[in-house]
Structure formats: structure tokens, C-alpha cells
């Protein structure tokens, strides 16, 4: 399970051009002429038949210098850097869209490559606006890493200054600086094949070749969901996220300011790449002690309005699926989809509107905390909420775009008043001179405190509908989750396949707790049901199930899917550190996974202080009248129409 | 129209469709056998054989395989295809049946480029006149499971669609942007089916080496380019037009032969061909020598040559596809590096720069377009340096 | 757009698109009939093209940017193209040129305020022997002098004249009534 599902061939728009190779004697690796001979500047390796020259290359430790190519996305073969010498050919081949389908002997650093490479790069530097200095991307930039690597010392075909292009701004989330593109067609290939929103493409030609969207409309005017992953692809800062660091210093400099920070899980299982540490190590309990360095006023964890968001959502599914089976109710609007993940939701208001009323309207974490924060936090700590800011560390770029969307003004003001990426704060951090992987540990503050491992897992995808059935099971089946699955780990529900789909029959039901009291009389019209989910990540997944619930397949069955907009989930965010590949997606994951183990409480519905925020605060349960007030929304039906 | 029956080939008086007549007769093996006797290579530029492109079609095991008459006639100076389909659609026609019956297609595409439109109705009008003649359609003259339908497909304004996988991806409904190789056409190619594409010349050449025997086709020209071949001749000579010639003819004998004779240099294969000087002009034009698709430009005793690689280059500046970094940004490099010379201010290291840049662009780039665009500037460079440094600073 | 007119045309793209076939290789005959009756690939066309083809509008865009006979502005009813390559270039071409700007008041790559005329270079259109070659819509014109321009253009006022709306399918300009308007011109000269 832990191989990331790949784009599928037969369902993507990609130009055929840009479509992995398909050679179909993979199968057996071992059957005759399955497996071919190469050279590679004199050593030899056999590899299956169809292997790219980069990949046989990566086998043997040779290094060749890529900027077009992707792990995440099809061969495109055209900003040919990565060209080498084939015996026998006229030509150089572009060893990263070069099957291997006979013995071939390859040099990787001959004179004409070295030119061909000197030159392609010069090429680049005269197409590109570079300011390094300036650039959010500087010592992050792979152009400038093959600058380097190709030891440029002068721009021999000039360096363009001159701005060709305004620099859109005009989305929450995503600013295009088109003057530092060089046309590796990255954002491309992720917005039309990995995420199948198809924003982006090449357009016009020859010198005047440029990537627009729609008659090159800004990005907040077209169906950009911004998710960011053409931000995570890019490999200069052509692309890069709306920051708000300078005013988030400036309120942390007002005295009269109240700043809390609310910090959700993906980023602090990926924020220590950006201080030199290996993918995969968390940082939780440094980043808290950092914050409060930089002068945040309070830390919390979003995991507490994760399990908030639980207890709502998951309330909200029984509630519907009472109406449905008790009730008989058609309306009942199933599958319910979850709402955390805002790239989604746009996607889905864009493009599938008329299954708006199938989202939860419970709020997303962070939404959800927002609105906790100005009222039963501002009373609790008698605070003026219009003196309180809050930020939102988030691993994903939409968040940004979320926090302002007009209707989460609940609590009478904006319930959070920045979006702060990954990238962001550790840019902070360095700005404060903090060396995040040195500092001693602290945990977070009351009155949220720690959250439970359910919470965490909501950074990766499965995480969700894990914690979800955690809860579920337990206040139906009245049993623990224990019994049924070990550690409580949900194993079926993780993983990186794009679509997963499980079934989990409810075979004896136990009596209501007082919590739901309220809402429901006993279970028993839940046993001998079986309940189906399904988990979904990245857009392009997303597309393939709501194709399928259209047409009736077996998706529309299910009951509830988790949908996330990002492949992977949060810790694969448009917000999260530079570069991104399945291997360092999977190690965050384990990261997060880790930390779930690690929690006493694993199970929301027993997070001490969600409990006491119903009790004094929400005071009706679950889907009561202030939590609908405070915690749940509602969407716009957009459509995919551009005027 | 301006032709010369010499030992013409394709415009010499034959019977009609003898060489589909006598291709119904004959096993599909043997056609390419044939072909590839003959010794056909592609007149669309890169000079493949011809038979060995359809065995390799023939051989990919398809039950979907098309038949592509390149028809996109782009390069600057080129126009015998559009004289060749105004008058002798049938023949192409032709040559693209045999072509079905050889590699097992039944599916024909003529991408004919958008400037030719005029010539659309036309060559509807001899599709469906030779379907009437059962000489395409189904069983083919007669010939049980011989079925092979022909239409046309329009280009819409772009050069680069003439490379052969750019001509794919267009007709697919893309942008014209040539595609990685391997896989090649023959294997991966229309919708993902084999797929041959050869010129419309080479289909019509095709038809008459069946009709009159490879022996016969392989005697004219010399060993390495056998047959006639089509040049489109233009520029500074009393007689412009299309030529039927042996291959091998010298630049000298076609110059005598379209009063040409003054010329100071010739343009040999159009813009992404070279620039052959005076002092050269005994060269033959053959494959293994002065290679063209048919462009032959002439250029008069007082022409700029330095105007002449201006020309080219903006040319292929607007041209270029765009996608890959040597030939996008490299023809913008050069022709930026042509204005520096036109104004006198371009070092000699500079220029040395530019030709080797050219020299990355010709190894580097993804497609022939990018391969062959600094020709015209590298050559030009190398054989009127003088008159070019003459206008430098120094 | 006036509802109805969008209407319309989504009608007509409809019909279009059935005729062609809903796939992907359908695309550019689809947008060529489209530029043909509209005289450009509007917003909306786009949009529903893609739609029908189950595509996203950037991509449609990004064919017609492509393409130098696809265009997504609006342009004059007769577009005058001039061959700018070599052979042409050596025959003279600028004076052809020089003469179409003094006529028509506008630089290449404009078009009349009226919206009667737009102005381009193009590329080799395989008339090298017979240059210098205009394109008038689909019309090629071949040994064109600076008089020869005159006379096309008085042709296309002409045709203005007669038809000042643009047809449903523009075939008249098309197909051959310019070259037929041209002929009885210099016929009349
Ligand atoms: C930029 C470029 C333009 C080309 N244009 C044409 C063309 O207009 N007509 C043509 O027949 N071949 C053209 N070719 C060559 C084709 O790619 C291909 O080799 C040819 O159609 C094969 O047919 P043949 O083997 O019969 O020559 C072009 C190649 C390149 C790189
Ligand atoms: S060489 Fe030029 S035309 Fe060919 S793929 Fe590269 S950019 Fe496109
Ligand atoms: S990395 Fe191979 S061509 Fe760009």
C-alpha cells in the first residue's frame, strides 16, 4: 500500500507526448529479454525493459542533472538538461524521457554533453527575471543549483531585466511570477494531470511561449482550487504562496495585540527539512518552544478542533444516515464528504456544485478553532476579540484562501485572520535567528492542551476517516477499537493508493452515551449494517470517485469518503517545504504516524477538553445550536464557467 | 507550370493506377520488398528508406494502423507537393493505398497545411471519384479485405506540425509539439496505433516504383539516392518553378537549368537547410551530399547574406514550438546575436559563441526544427565571413 | 453576449461538436469551423468546446494561441496576411507592404477601427515562385504589386458593401468570390 498511486494513462488529459513510456514486458522482471544490458560511462547494469536512461543512471549512483523531470509527474523531456550521448546517434537524448528497449551504451559527461548542458543553462539564466537576492526561493532554487552545478560564472547570452510580465496577485493563495518561468511546464503537468483542475497551460509559441490560464484571466478569477501544488513543482520562484509574514511580525510587535498561533500537524513533521533534517523527523515540541521565541502569545494545537471536528461531523453522519435509514429520508445527501480540506471544497463547488449539499458542513479544523478562539477563549480569558490575532500554521496554501472566504466571520469578526504556510514560518524562524532542531521541547497551551493522536493523523490522508471510525465504532458498537483492530491503527483506511475503499460490517451495537443523548434514542437501527468508506486524495482521485458516484457506480454506496485535496494529504500541502516526492510524502506520514502512537488518548471523543468545552461553552452536544452558530458553514456553488 | 520532362518519374505519361493494379496482384511482403529495392528514401527531408519505414509498420502488431500523407509543405522555398497534389492527387492517392495495403492500414489522413485550403475541395473531389472506381474504399479493386479510405485533415497555421510527431500530437487535437523518440510512429502513433507518415512526394514516387519495377526506379540517380526527386526552385533565376530531376544533379546543372547561373549562393533544403557558396556549386544534390526536401533558393550576385539570416532566423524564432530551452531560446539567442552584427557590434568571441551555441542547438533540441534552425546562421557565418566582419566596428 | 446570441451558438457548438465527434482528436476541425463562421474562437466557444469535449477551456486556449489561423480576439472581417520569407522578402515584399499600410492606416498586426481590416505578416505560404503572395482570409493572391493592392482591397470593400454582416459560414469570402471581385475589378481597369 505504500506505493503511491501514479496518474492513470487512460484517464489523463496529458498530451500523449507527456505520458510515462508504457513497455509492457514489466511483468516478469525475470523473464528472457524482459531485462536489458546498458554501459553507463563504463559500468554495466541490467534493467527492465522501458527504464528510463535517468532511472538506470540513479541505479548505478551516476548523477545527471534534471530540471523538467518530476517523481511525481510524466516525463516531458524538454528542458534537456539532462541530455548524455547514446553510442550510435547523431543526436544527444534526453535521458529522463529515453526508454531503454535495447542494449544501449551511454556517456553522461563527455565534452558535447558538457557544452550542450553549459548552454541549455545559459539559455535559461538569459529567459529568467533573476533576483536571487530578493527571491523567496534563493538558496532553494534549482536553477540556481544548476547554475552552480554547471559552474556558470557570466551570463553569456544576457540576463533579461526587463519585465515582461505583472506579477499576478490576485488569488489568496498563489502569486505567478511569470518573468522568473523557464517553461519546465511543472505546474502544467500537476494542475492538468496530477490534480485535474487544469488551470494551467503552455500557450502561444517559439519566443513568445508563456504559461497563462484561461485567456490569461488572474488566478482568483479562474477555477484554481488553491491547493499549491504547482507551487511545491516549481522549481524556481516563479510560483510561490501569498505570505503574510510581515504582518504577522507586525501584530506579534503591537503590544496591543493578542497573537495566538494554532498549529496543525503536517507542518511539524515537515518543517525540519527546512533546518537540514531528514524528512520524516517531527518537531512538534521545538516548533512550540520556537513560537513562543518568535513572540506568539499562545500555541495550540489544531488537533483539538480536529477532534471538534470529529465529534461534529462525525454526529452530522449519523444524523444523516438516521434520516436516511430510519426515516427513509432520499435527501439525506449520502455519501457524506468530509469539508477540512479547502482545495477540495473548491474543487467541488467548481466542478461537481450539485453535490454541495454531500459536504459536511461542519467547519475544518482550523475554521472551527478560529471561531473557539474569539468568543469562548476571548471570554474565558476576558480578551477584547478584536485585539486577538490568530494565525493558522498550516501545511497548505488554500488554507489561505478559507480563512478568507466571506462567511467565516462567525464569531463576529474574521475567525482567523492568517494562513501561514510551512515554508513560511521556518522562514520566520531564521529571520529570529532560531535554530528550531537545538531547542528544548515545550508542549502547548491551555486551555486546548494536547490534543489525541486522532487529531494528528488528520495530517495525512486516511487520517480522517480513521480517526472518524475510531470514534464511530466506539459510540456505536460501544466497544473499544482495541478489540477490534490493534493499537487502534485502522490499517485498511492508510496508505498512499489514491482511491481505497473499505467496508466495516456493525455487527452489535452498544447503548448512547450521554453525549448523544440528545440526538438519537439507541443503535439499534445501525446493527447488521455494513458501513462503506472511501478515502481519496489529490484532485485527479477525487474526479475519478465523483465521476463514479455520478453514474451510480459503487462509490455512491458509501456512506462517508474522506476527500482530501492534495496528494497524500496535509503533509503533501502547497505549503509544506521544497521538493516533494512520494518517498518524502511517505516519511512525513510515518512521522505523523509516530506521534498518534505516542498520545495516551488516541480517541476524540475523549479529549478531556473538547468534553469541557460542550459542557461549558457549547452546552448542547454535538450538532447543537451554538455549535451549528460557531462550527458549521456553508458553500457557493461556483461552477466551472469563466466570464 | 514550369516542369521539365527529363527522365521524369512522376510526370512522364503512364497508364493510370498501374502500380495499385499491380500491388492487388502482389503479397504485401513483396510490395515493401519492392520499395525497399528500389532504394525510396523520404523526399519529406530526413531522407528514411522508405521500405524499411513500412516494414517496421508492417511488422508492429496492430489491428489499428494508419497511413499519413505528410502534406504539411512548410519550408521556406518548398511548394512541389502543392503542384504535385493540384496535378496528380490521383497518384498520391495512389501511393497512400499501396502504403495501406503494405503495412495492413485501412485508415488514410492527408494533413494538408492551412495555406493549401484551396486545394481541399479538390482533392475531396478525386477521394471520392476514386471511391466510385472502387480504387479506395472497400475491396479495392476487387480485392477482398483490400479496404482503405482516405481523408483530409487540415492544419491551422504552423510549420513545426510537418515533423512527423508534431503532425501526430496536431492531429490528435494538441498544440504541434513533437513528441520523444522512442517510441517511434511506426510503433506509437496516431491514437497510439502504428502509424506511417511519409511525404506526399515519397507516396506518389511509392506508386511508381510498383508501377515500373524497382530496377527500373533504382537506375536514375546515382547508388545512394536513387530516382527523381522534386525541386521547388525560387529566388534570384529567370525560370522559377518545380523541376523533375535525377538525384545527383549538381547545384551548377540545375542552376543552367532554371537561369540561375549568376547566383553567389544557394539555399539547399530551404530555412533549416544550408547555405551553399558559389565555390561549392559542383556540389550534387543527394542525400550523402547537399541534402533537401526540394527548397532550392537562389540568391543573386548582390544579395545581404547576413539579411538572408535574419530571415531564417525569425523564422524559426516564431516557428520553434517552444517547448524545448535550445531551440526556443536559442533562435531568440541568435537572432538577437544577428541584430548585434547588422549593427557592427558583435566581438568575434561572441560570434564564436553563437556558433557554438548553434552547435548545442543542433545536438540538443527535442525535434528536427531546433536541430536544424541554426543551419542557415551557422553556415552563412562560415562561408561570408568576410562580408559579414566587413561591417564590425574593427 | 446577449443570452440569445449564446444561445445560439451553443446550439450551433453543439451541433458542430456532434458532427465532429465529442473526442479529443475532433478538437481543431471543431475550432476551424468555429473560426470560420465567428471569425474567432470566443470566450464562450472555448469553454463550451471543452465541455463538450470534456477538456478544460485552458487547454482549447492553449490550441488556438497555438496556431497562427486560430486566433481568440476578435479580428477584421478580411484579414490580410503577407508573406514575410525569403523569396518573397527578395521580391520585394516591403513595397507591398508599405502600400497595404498607406491604404489601410494601420500597422501590421492591427485592425481598422471600422473592424474591416486586420493586418499580419505570415509565414511561408508555397507560393515562393510566384511571390510576393497575400492571403486574403482564405484567398491567395500571387505576384502581388502595390496597384495589385489597390484593387484587392477596393474587391473587399465590395464584398463589404454587398455583405456587411458576416454570413453564417463566411464561404463567400472564402471561396473564391474575392478572386472573382478582384478579376472583374482589373477587368473594369
Ligand atoms: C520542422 C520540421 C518540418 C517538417 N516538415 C515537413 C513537411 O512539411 N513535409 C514533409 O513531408 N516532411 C516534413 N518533415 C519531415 C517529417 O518529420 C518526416 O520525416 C517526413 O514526413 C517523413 O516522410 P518521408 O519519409 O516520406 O520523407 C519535417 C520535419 C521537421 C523536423
Ligand atoms: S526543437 Fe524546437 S520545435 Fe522541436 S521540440 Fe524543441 S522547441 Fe519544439
Ligand atoms: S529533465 Fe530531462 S529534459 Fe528536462
Not at chain 1, 550510435?88 to 559527461?109: D, E, N, V
Not at chain 2, 527500373?216 to 530516382?227: C, E, I, M, Q
Not at chain 3, 476541425?29 to 465567428?38: G, S, T, V, Y
Request: with cysteine.
Amino acid at each position: 500500500m505504500n506505493t503511491e498511486s501514479r496518474m492513470n494513462p487512460d484517464t489523463s488529459r496529458a498530451p500523449v507526448s507527456q505520458k510515462p513510456q508504457v513497455v509492457n514486458a514489466r511483468a516478469d522482471e525475470n523473464a528472457v529479454g524482459a531485462q536489458v544490458r546498458v554501459s553507463i560511462d563504463g559500468q554495466e547494469i541490467k534493467v527492465p525493459l522501458g527504464t528510463t536512461i535517468l532511472d538506470a543512471a540513479k541505479r548505478l549512483g551516476v548523477h545527471i542533472p534534471t530540471l523538467c523531470h518530476h517523481a511525481d509527474l510524466c516525463s516531458a523531456g524538454l528542458c534537456r538538461v539532462c541530455v548524455v550521448e547514446v553510442e550510435g546517434q547523431r543526436a544527444l537524448q534526453a535521458s529522463c524521457a529515453y526508454p531503454i528497449t535495447s542494449p544501449l551504451t551511454i556517456k553522461t559527461h563527455t565534452r558535447k554533453v558538457r557544452n550542450a548542458r553549459r548552454h541549455i543553462v545559459d539559455l535559461m539564466l538569459s529567459e529568467h527575471v533573476g533576483e536571487c537576492y530578493t527571491c523567496s526561493r534563493s538558496n532553494n532554487c534549482e536553477l540556481q543549483s544548476l547554475a552552480k552545478e554547471m559552474g556558470v560564472v557570466n551570463f553569456r547570452f544576457g540576463q533579461r531585466t526587463e519585465r515582461r510580465h505583472q506579477t499576478d496577485t490576485s488569488s489568496h493563495s498563489v502569486v505567478r511570477n511569470m518573468d522568473k518561468c523557464v517553461l519546465c511546464r511543472r505546474c502544467v503537468r500537476t494542475c492538468i494531470d496530477l490534480q485535474e483542475v487544469g488551470v494551467l497551460e503552455a500557450c502561444h509559441r517559439g519566443s513568445e511561449t508563456t504559461i497563462e490560464t484561461f485567456r490569461d484571466k488572474p488566478l482568483g478569477e479562474v477555477v484554481c482550487i488553491n491547493c499549491g501544488q504547482c507551487i511545491n513543482r516549481c522549481p524556481t520562484g516563479a510560483l510561490r504562496a501569498n505570505d503574510p509574514t510581515e504582518e504577522i511580525w507586525r501584530h506579534i510587535d503591537n503590544p496591543g495585540k493578542h497573537v495566538v498561533i494554532q498549529t496543525a500537524p503536517a507542518p511539524r513533521a515537515a518543517i525540519g527539512e527546512c533546518f537540514g533534517c531528514a524528512p520524516g523527523t517531527p518537531m512538534t515540541f521545538e516548533m512550540n518552544s520556537a513560537l513562543r521565541l518568535c513572540g506568539f502569545d499562545k500555541v495550540f494545537d489544531t488537533n483539538f478542533t480536529a477532534d471538534l471536528t470529529i465529534l461534529e461531523e462525525g454526529t452530522e453522519l449519523l444524523l444523516r444516515l438516521h434520516r436516511a435509514l430510519v426515516q427513509g429520508d432520499r435527501e439525506a445527501a449520502l455519501p457524506q464528504f468530509t469539508s477540512c480540506s479547502p482545495g477540495w471544497v473548491k474543487y467541488l463547488e467548481h466542478f461537481y456544485p450539485d453535490y454541495i449539499p454531500n459536504l459536511s458542513s461542519a467547519k475544518s479544523p482550523q475554521q472551527m478553532f478560529g471561531a473557539v478562539i474569539k468568543t469562548y477563549y476571548a471570554q474565558l480569558h476576558e480578551l477584547d476579540p478584536k485585539d486577538i490575532v490568530t494565525v493558522a500554521l498550516m501545511p497548505c496554501s488554500a488554507k489561505k484562501f478559507e480563512c478568507n472566504r466571506p462567511e467565516m466571520v462567525d464569531s463576529g469578526f474574521k475567525d482567523v485572520d492568517y494562513g501561514l504556510t510551512t515554508r513560511e514560518l521556518a522562514q520566520m524562524f531564521k529571520e529570529a535567528g532560531i535554530d528550531l532542531p537545538n531547542l528544548p521541547h515545550s508542549d502547548f497551551d491551555d486551555p486546548f492542551g494536547s490534543a489525541t493522536g486522532s487529531g494528528v493523523i488528520f495530517g495525512a490522508t486516511g487520517g480522517v476517516m480513521e480517526a472518524a471510525l475510531r470514534t464511530v465504532i466506539e459510540v456505536v458498537c460501544g466497544v473499544q477499537v482495541e478489540n477490534l483492530f490493534d493499537h487502534a491503527d485502522i490499517i485498511p483506511v492508510r496508505g498512499f493508493d489514491g482511491i481505497r475503499y473499505v467496508e466495516l460490517p456493525i455487527r452489535e451495537v452498544g447503548p448512547v452515551i450521554p453525549m448523544f443523548k440528545h440526538l438519537v434514542g439507541d443503535w439499534d437501527w445501525l446493527k447488521g449494517a455494513t458501513l462503506k468508506v472511501a478515502v481519496a486524495h489529490g484532485t485527479a482521485n477525487a474526479k475519478k470517485v465523483m465521476d463514479d458516484i455520478k453514474a451510480g457506480g459503487r462509490f455512491s454506496e458509501c456512506h462517508f469518503i474522506e476527500f482530501m485535496g492534495c496528494p497524500g494529504g496535509c503533509i503533501g500541502g502547497g505549503g509544506q517545504p521544497i521538493p516533494t516526492s512520494p518517498e518524502i510524502r511517505a516519511a512525513r506520514a510515518k512521522a505523523i504516524y509516530g506521534e498518534d502512537r505516542s498520545y495516551k488518548i488516541r480517541k476524540s471523543h475523549e479529549n478531556p477538553a473538547v468534553l469541557e468545552l460542550y459542557e461549558k461553552f457549547l452546552k448542547e452536544g454535538p450538532c447543537g445550536h451554538l455549535s451549528h452558530k460557531l462550527l458549521h458553514t456553508h458553500y457557493t456553488a461556483r461552477g466551472a464557467f469563466m466570464a | 507550370m514550369s516542369l521539365k520532362d527529363h527522365s521524369s518519374i512522376l510526370f512522364r505519361e503512364s497508364r493510370p493506377d498501374e502500380g495499385l493494379r499491380k500491388a492487388v496482384g502482389m503479397k504485401r511482403v513483396d510490395i515493401i520488398t519492392a520499395v525497399r529495392e528500389s532504394g525510396l528514401k523520404g523526399r519529406g527531408g530526413a531522407g528514411f528508406p522508405t521500405g524499411v519505414k513500412w516494414n517496421f509498420a508492417a511488422l508492429a502488431q496492430d489491428t489499428v494502423k494508419y497511413v499519413v500523407c505528410n502534406a504539411d509543405e512548410g519550408e521556406p522555398g518548398t511548394f512541389k507537393d502543392r503542384v504535385l497534389l493540384s496535378e496528380k492527387a490521383d497518384l498520391v492517392l495512389e501511393g497512400m493505398a499501396i502504403a495501406g495495403r503494405a503495412i495492413g492500414a485501412r485508415e488514410g489522413i492527408i494533413y494538408l497545411r492551412g495555406e493549401y485550403d484551396f486545394m481541399r475541395r479538390h482533392l475531396e473531389q478525386v477521394i471520392a471519384s476514386r471511391e466510385a472506381a472502387h480504387l479506395l474504399g472497400e475491396s479495392i479493386l476487387g480485392l477482398d479485405g483490400f479496404d482503405f479510405t482516405v481523408r483530409v485533415h487540415m492544419g491551422a497555421g504552423a510549420y513545426v506540425c510537418g515533423e512527423e510527431t508534431a503532425l501526430i500530437e496536431s492531429l490528435e487535437g494538441h498544440r504541434g509539439e513533437p513528441r520523444n523518440r522512442p517510441p517511434f510512429p511506426v510503433n506509437t502513433g496516431y491514437l497510439g496505433h502504428p502509424t506511417c507518415v511519409n511525404n506526399v512526394e515519397t507516396l506518389a514516387l511509392a506508386a511508381r516504383v510498383i508501377a515500373l519495377g524497382a530496377e527500373a526506379f533504382a537506375k536514375v540517380g546515382p547508388a545512394s539516392s536513387t530516382g527523381t526527386k522534386l525541386f521547388s526552385v525560387s529566388g534570384d533565376c529567370a525560370r522559377p518553378g518545380v523541376y523533375e530531376f535525377p538525384m545527383g544533379i549538381s547545384i551548377e546543372d540545375l542552376l543552367r537549368e532554371v537561369g540561375g547561373e549568376e547566383a553567389k549562393a544557394v539555399q539547399v533544403g530551404g530555412a533549416s537547410g544550408t547555405c551553399v557558396p558559389r565555390k561549392a556549386f559542383t556540389r550534387r544534390l543527394a542525400f550523402d551530399d547537399a541534402s533537401t526536401g526540394g527548397s532550392i533558393i537562389v540568391f543573386g550576385p548582390g544579395r545581404d547574406m547576413l539579411r538572408v539570416a535574419r530571415n531564417f532566423m525569425e523564422f524559426f524564432d516564431e516557428e520553434s514550438c517552444g517547448q524545448c530551452t535550445p531551440c526556443r531560446s536559442g533562435n531568440r539567442v541568435l537572432l538577437e546575436g544577428i541584430g548585434k552584427l547588422e549593427q557592427g557590434c558583435c566581438s568575434l568571441s561572441h560570434l564564436q559563441e553563437l556558433q557554438a551555441l548553434g552547435e548545442t542547438m543542433q545536438l540538443a533540441s527535442k525535434c528536427g526544427l531546433g536541430q536544424s534552425s541554426p543551419n542557415a546562421f551557422l553556415s552563412i557565418v562560415e562561408h561570408f565571413k568576410d562580408e559579414i566582419l566587413a561591417r564590425q566596428g574593427a | 453576449m446577449l443570452v440569445l446570441e449564446r444561445e445560439g451558438l451553443g446550439r450551433r457548438i453543439d451541433e458542430i461538436c456532434a458532427r465532429h465527434g465529442r473526442n479529443r482528436s475532433a478538437l481543431l476541425p471543431i475550432l476551424q469551423e468555429l473560426q470560420e463562421a465567428q471569425g474567432w474562437v470566443s470566450d464562450f466557444a472555448m469553454q463550451e468546446v471543452a465541455r463538450h469535449l470534456g477538456i478544460h477551456p485552458v487547454e482549447v486556449y492553449s490550441v488556438v494561441t497555438f496556431y497562427a489561423f486560430l486566433n481568440s480576439e476578435r479580428k477584421g472581417r478580411f484579414v490580410l496576411r503577407l508573406c514575410r520569407t525569403i523569396s518573397c522578402d527578395m521580391r520585394d515584399k516591403d513595397r507591398v507592404a508599405r502600400q497595404l499600410e498607406q491604404e489601410l492606416g494601420i500597422a501590421f498586426g492591427q485592425t481598422t477601427a471600422d473592424g474591416r481590416f486586420t493586418l499580419e505578416w505570415t509565414n511561408c505560404m508555397g507560393m515562393c515562385d510566384q511571390g510576393p503572395a497575400l492571403m486574403v482570409n482564405k484567398q491567395i493572391f500571387t505576384q502581388v504589386s502595390p496597384q495589385g493592392v489597390h484593387t484587392i482591397l477596393e474587391a473587399c470593400r465590395r464584398i463589404y458593401g454587398l455583405y456587411p454582416e458576416r454570413s453564417e459560414d463566411d464561404a463567400l469570402v472564402s471561396a473564391g468570390a474575392l478572386q472573382v471581385a478582384v478579376e472583374s475589378q482589373e477587368a473594369h481597369a
